[in-house]
Every structure is written in C-alpha cells, then in structure tokens.
C-alpha cells in the first residue's frame, strides 16, 4: 500500500495572467495542534506540518500573490497597478514545492505588497502582517516579530473603526481581543487595558465565550504585571 504524502497539490487560476499553477497544501490529518499562544499563535507537531507556511498562493508565471482570504473583486485600476509594480520587473519563480519559513515569510511579504496595490480589506492585511510576526517567532527574531505585530495593530485598529472585517470569519471581539493582546505584547500596556475592557463589556452580545474568558484571565495577569 502506497504511504500518503503530506503534502497534495491545490489547483489555483491566477486572477491577473488566467496561468493555471499548483501550490502544496498540507493534508488534515497530518495537522497536529500541540498548543496555542494568548495571541492565538499555533504550534504544530510537527513544526514542518504548519499550514501557515502554504496559506499563501504565488502565481510562478506573473507573481501575483494572493490568499483565500482575497476578494475576488478588483477595484478599477488595481488589476493594472499590479501588472505595472509586480508582474513586469517579476523572474519567472515557484513556490510551489515544500516550503521553509523563509519561503513563507516571503510569499506573505509579496501578498501583502499585491493586497496593498489591490485595495484588499485592513482585515485581510492585518491577519498577514500577524502571521508573518508569528513565523518570525518560530525563527526566535523578535525585533521583526514586533515590528510587524505593530504593523497588524495598525491594520486591526483600521479595521475596527471601519469596520471592514464585517463578513469575513474575523469577529469584533476577536478584532479586540487581539488589539489588546497584541497592544500588551508591544508594550502598550494602557491600550491593552482599554481593549480587554471592551471584549468583557461585549461578553453578552457574542456568542464567542471562549475568547471572553480567554480576556478576563489575561486582564487579570496584565493588572497584576503593572501594579508591579
């Protein structure tokens, strides 16, 4: 009996140059979650089974590069800003066979140059720059893992006072939540209190229990953090 690949190849269509590309995905099976950080970072055993490091889709003949997440909708002129700034000055490159975290890193790095060109949602930049932050941790640099923690607070806190992430699978209180954890974690403490106060006021209009509670016990670490 033949063994089961890990990987499998994913069909995709290019929305800018119509090229037909594959790109691995990861198997559900072979997806253990072991654990999971207050910022809601997995970890997966073992480390090279992290679906993270495929969620990203890079076109090998244009370079677009895009997610799931993306709209299929292309506001006027961005289809062609793209062709212009990433597609002409693009060597035809793949990374479409198993990834390294630096592989990855770069395939987020390029979606999030394509989704600021195409107008995509502060929701959909903000949960790229998060998981770009949390491949940096699995590399152990945190002076880029904070930088682009910042860089998703930027987005997340867009996102919330538009309120862009409506219809998506992101909700307020986990917009929230994470504003306040990720507030904490850059060392803005004051923000972070400001924000868990806001996912406990919300505890009786979500049916997001788990991540109420997952609030309180943090609130309750970070005052006791800064009376210290």
Known sequence: ???????FD???DCPICGNHFTSKKIRS???????TDTDLCPAYSPPENNPLLYH???CP?????????????????????IQEKVCSGWTPHSFSDKRTIADAINTYKLAVYCALLKKEKHIILAGMYLRIAW??????????EQRFMRLAIHEYEEAYSTQDYQGTQVSEIRVLYLLAELSYRTGSKKDAGKYFSKVIE???RTTETKMVEMAKERWQTIRQDINK
């Open 202 to 204: 919300g505890q009786r």
């Open 29 to 35: 099976r072979f997806i253990k979650l072991v654990h």
């Open 1 to 7: 009996m033949t063994e089961l690949d890990t990987l």
């Open 135 to 144: 491949l940096f941790r699995s590399l152990k640099d945190m002076e880029q």
């Open 56 to 58: 990203i889709l890079v």
């Open 10 to 12: 994913k069909k995709c």
């Open 61 to 81: 003949e244009c370079g677009f590069s895009f997610s799931d997440d993306f709209s299929p909708y292309f506001p006027p002129g961005t289809k062609e800003e």
